[in-house]
């Protein structure tokens, strides 16, 4: 709150902070979708997507939700009443949590916590439970299928994608989201502090293995064994309808947007510029929003256009790659960034 | 400032703390076996809120991410992979379970009251937020300018790296204490749990 002559009461902070992330979610999910999803999806496939609603269909998303927002709410006859109306809240908190402690500029960020990173992968995780509760109270076969193959999914995934991470955490000495970035654009390669030391460079190793893992745990293309329309109709999430279904798809797409920004908080420099282009920190906190959404709209680009050139893994592919390949390859960073660390 | 009663937290404690018991309770009375499985959740969930109460946030964030996120997903991904009943099952809960929980009941307290007792006398206790309480602050005005230079620098590193937490629940203190203090333990502790995880494998395996 440095930019205000007056100082905020505590509770006033928080229903701010709240109200930011309650619409971040929601705008995160309605960008991503708009821009890749219909746009870059259709341009891919030589058409032209959505062009009615709105000026070149920008408003078709808005349509769509509130098209969801009128249908029934159908409850499976059989289904277990209240875990089946709790899962999807139980994925879209897990969402809003990880927007707590990405930053967006100096003072932009819900709370800096000292756990930083392992308080967003710690949150991350909670959606399987979602998933699963999703999956068993639909009362259907295909969702049961779809929740444990999800969950045997993202189990393996989680271990790359945590593994991953610390190699970053290694070389910036911290946890907290603030001070991986403070130590990025701080930082000096050889001496040389013209571009900071975007951890890019020393783990892109980590950065492939994050961006893969991160596929998986959103169960893309070509991690879509959970949601394989030709095999499971839709799997966890087949008996879903209206809100709830939108429940998910915000949940997707909103995590889709979280996990860019912080691949992009802890390779890419986050929202930070060098410190040595001398730029004032008054102006990043206008500059920083933009710098980060310009490092998320990339790297999301990479997800999704994987997503939409790629057909699926089988199981046993998918989970050789895990075990077999993405953990020890990150066991190996992990051991060369340590040794390294010691050595400069 | 003689009286150090934090209002707030006790207010929190209680209201978790008894949503901790009746979860907890739910677990072994409910007869639909999924269920028991996210009480669970719920009961851990509470202990995590209770370890971010106490100001120990590495051990909450360790608390959610390996209890919730991977124990408890195991035990409902192994329940959905043999059975999965969506109803209730009749012999969830039987008679002889109560003689089972008056037993564990009696000795759960037994100890609980020996350690409180034995480790706190009668000392009174109170949920105290970290703060610089009256004998920091005394201890403090008792150095010399340059001491308290030197506080002072280390209290603005700490602030720096975005935590005002006390001494307990600091990162590095934790990973100090386990791989300085207690290095071996945690080494063993390992080894055992690896060994598990192998005797688990051989047992499994069927050729």
Redesign the interface.
């Known amino acids: 709150m440095g930019l205000l002559a007056f100082e905020l009461a505590y509770w006033q902070q928080t229903v701010i902070k709240m109200l930011v992330v309650a619409v971040a979610v929601p705008g995160a999910a309605f960008v991503l979708g708009y821009v890749f999803l219909f746009k870059m999806l259709s341009f891919m496939q030589s058409r032209l997507g959505p062009m009615e609603a709105g000026p070149y269909g920008t408003l078709q998303l808005i349509a769509d939700g509130v098209k969801f927002l009128q249908k029934e709410d159908i409850l499976p006859d059989r289904a277990d009443r209240f875990v089946f109306k709790a899962a999807p809240a139980v994925v879209l908190i897990s969402t809003f949590l990880l927007f707590v402690v990405i930053p967006a500029g100096p003072n932009a960020i819900v709370e800096d916590l000292g756990v930083g990173i392992f308080f967003a992968l710690a949150v991350s995780s909670l959606s399987v439970l979602g998933v699963l509760m999703a999956g068993w109270a639909s009362a259907n076969k295909f969702s049961l299928m779809g929740g444990l193959r999800a969950t045997g999914q993202l189990i393996a995934y989680e271990l790359p994608l945590v593994l991953a991470v610390v190699g970053v955490v290694i070389q910036a000495g911290t946890l907290s989201m603030q001070g991986i970035v403070n130590a990025q654009s701080g930082g000096e390669i050889f001496g040389w502090g013209g571009l900071g030391n975007p951890f890019l460079l020393t783990q892109f190793l980590g950065l492939v293995i994050f961006m893969i893992a991160v596929q998986a745990e959103l169960t893309q293309v070509p991690f879509d064994m959970p949601v394989a329309e030709s095999e499971l109709v839709g799997g966890y999430h087949v008996e879903y309808t209206g809100f709830r279904f939108l429940f998910f798809f915000m949940g997707e797409f909103g995590t889709a947007f979280a996990f860019a920004a912080i691949a992009a908080t802890l390779f890419l420099g986050g929202w930070a510029l060098p410190d040595s282009w001398g730029v004032s920190g008054t102006a990043m906190h206008v500059l920083g929003p933009i710098i980060l959404v310009a490092k998320v709209m990339i790297l999301s680009f990479f997800v999704f256009w994987v997503r939409f050139t790629y057909p699926r893994f089988r199981e046993d592919q998918l989970q050789q790659l895990a075990w077999k390949v993405l953990i020890p390859l990150s066991l190996v960073n992990i051991v060369a960034t340590g040794i390294l660390k010691v050595a400069f | 400032m003689e009286t150090t009663f934090d209002l707030p937290a006790n207010i929190a404690f209680g209201v978790i703390a008894v949503a901790i018991i009746v979860a907890a309770i739910r677990v072994v009375t409910t007869r639909?076996i999924?269920?028991a499985a996210?009480w669970l959740?719920v009961v851990l969930g509470g202990v995590g809120a209770i370890y971010i109460l106490l100001q120990a946030?590495?051990v909450a964030?360790?608390q959610?991410?390996v209890y919730?996120?991977?124990i408890?997903?195991?035990f409902?991904?192994g329940i959905?992979?043999t059975r999965?009943p969506?109803g209730e099952m009749l012999d969830l809960t039987n008679r002889t379970m109560r003689v089972g929980a008056i037993i564990t009941a009696v000795i759960l307290v037994t100890i609980m009251v020996f350690s409180v007792v034995d480790s706190f006398r009668d000392e009174e206790v109170d949920f105290i937020a970290y703060s610089g309480d009256v004998a920091a602050a005394q201890t403090f005005a008792d150095l010399s300018a340059e001491e308290q230079e030197t506080v002072l620098d280390e209290v603005a590193a700490i602030g720096a790296?975005?935590?005002d937490?006390g001494p307990v629940?600091?990162?590095e203190t934790v990973s100090d204490s386990i791989f300085r203090d207690y290095l071996i333990p945690f080494e063993v502790i390992s080894a055992l749990l690896l060994a598990a995880l192998i005797g688990a494998i051989v047992i499994a395996r069927r050729d």
Request: aromatic letters at 10%.
């Open positions: 639909n999924v269920h996210l959740v946030e590495f964030v360790v959610y991410l919730i996120g991977a408890v997903v195991l409902l991904f959905m992979l999965a969506l790296e975005g935590t937490l629940g600091r990162t």
